[in-house]
C-alpha cells in the first residue's frame, strides 16, 4: 500500500522554540494532506487541511499563525508549531491523500513534547 | 449533519473467537468508508473500505467488512481473532461536499485474550 512518511517521530524542545514536522507521501503524488492532533485515548482531531500551491485550510479553534503549513509539493507538506507550550505537547499525526476514491494513508505520527 | 458512530469504546474477545467492531453512520449521499487500525504510538494504518460493489469487503490481515445500506453500518469482522489484533480501531466515512474531507468515530479499543 501507499506509504507516507513523517519525521521527526519524536521531538523534545524548550517552550519558547518552534518545531518543523515533516510529512512525505513516498509513493503517490498527494494533492491534498492533512494534519490532525491526537491527545491520549482519543480520536484525531483534524487540524488543518493543506493543499498543493494553495493555503492551507484550518479547523474552526485552530490557531493558524501557531501552526504554520506549507505544502511546497505533491509529496511533502510541512507543520511548524511556532512558539511553543507545554499545551502544545501532544501527538501529530499527518495523513495524504490519493485520488478518488480518497484514501487517505497516514504517517507514523511525532510525538512532540514542550518542556 | 455527517457523523460516525462507534457504539463501543472497547470489545474483550477470546483469541481463536469471531470478532465484530461495530460502526454506523450518517452522511448524505452515497458514503466513501474506511476502516483504519491504531497501533499504540504509531500513525493509522489502513484496513479496508467500501467504495461501490460487493457489500462485503474484505482487507488486510484477514478483516472484512460489511456494508448495510439499510441500517447505515459498516461493522469490521474477523472470523478468528489474534491477540496481536489487539488495537485501537477507527471507522471513518468521506463527506463528498464542499470541505471533502474524513470524518473519523472515536475509535475502539479492541482486547483480544489469550
Known amino acids: 500500500g501507499a506509504v507516507v512518511s513523517q519525521h521527526p517521530s519524536r521531538v523534545i524542545c524548550k517552550s519558547g522554540t518552534s518545531v518543523k514536522i515533516e510529512c512525505r507521501s513516498l509513493?503517490?503524488?498527494?494533492?491534498?494532506m492533512f494534519w490532525y492532533r491526537q491527545f491520549p485515548k482519543q480520536s484525531l482531531m483534524l487540524m488543518a487541511t493543506?493543499?498543493?500551491?494553495?493555503?492551507?485550510?484550518?479547523e474552526q479553534g485552530v490557531e493558524k499563525d501557531k501552526f504554520l503549513i506549507n505544502h511546497a509539493s505533491l509529496t511533502l507538506s510541512t507543520l511548524t508549531v511556532t512558539s511553543a507550550h507545554p499545551e502544545d505537547s501532544s501527538f501529530y499525526i499527518c495523513?495524504?491523500?490519493?485520488?478518488?476514491?480518497?484514501?487517505?494513508?497516514f504517517g507514523p505520527g511525532t510525538r512532540l513534547t514542550v518542556l | 449533519a455527517q457523523s460516525v458512530a462507534q457504539p463501543e469504546d472497547q470489545v474483550n474477545v477470546a483469541e481463536g473467537n469471531p470478532l465484530t467492531v461495530k460502526c454506523t453512520y450518517s452522511?448524505?449521499?452515497?458514503?466513501?468508508l474506511f476502516w483504519y487500525v491504531q497501533y499504540p504510538n504509531r500513525g493509522l494504518q489502513f484496513l479496508l473500505k467500501?467504495?461501490?460493489?460487493?457489500?462485503l469487503v474484505k482487507g488486510s490481515y484477514g478483516f472484512e467488512a460489511e456494508f448495510n445500506k439499510s441500517q447505515t453500518s459498516f461493522h469490521l469482522k474477523k472470523p478468528s481473532a489474534l491477540v496481536s489484533d489487539s488495537a485501537l480501531y477507527f471507522c471513518?466515512?468521506?463527506?463528498?461536499?464542499?470541505?471533502?474531507?474524513?470524518?473519523f468515530g472515536k475509535g475502539t479499543r479492541l482486547h483480544i485474550l489469550p
Open positions: 495523513s495524504a491523500r490519493e485520488t478518488l476514491p480518497g484514501t487517505q494513508y
Open positions: 509513493d503517490f503524488q498527494a494533492t491534498t
Open positions: 493543506s493543499n498543493e500551491g494553495s493555503k492551507a485550510t484550518y
Open positions: 452522511v448524505s449521499g452515497n458514503p466513501y
Open positions: 467500501y467504495i461501490t460493489g460487493d457489500n
Open positions: 471513518a466515512v468521506r463527506v463528498m461536499n464542499r470541505d471533502d474531507k474524513i470524518i
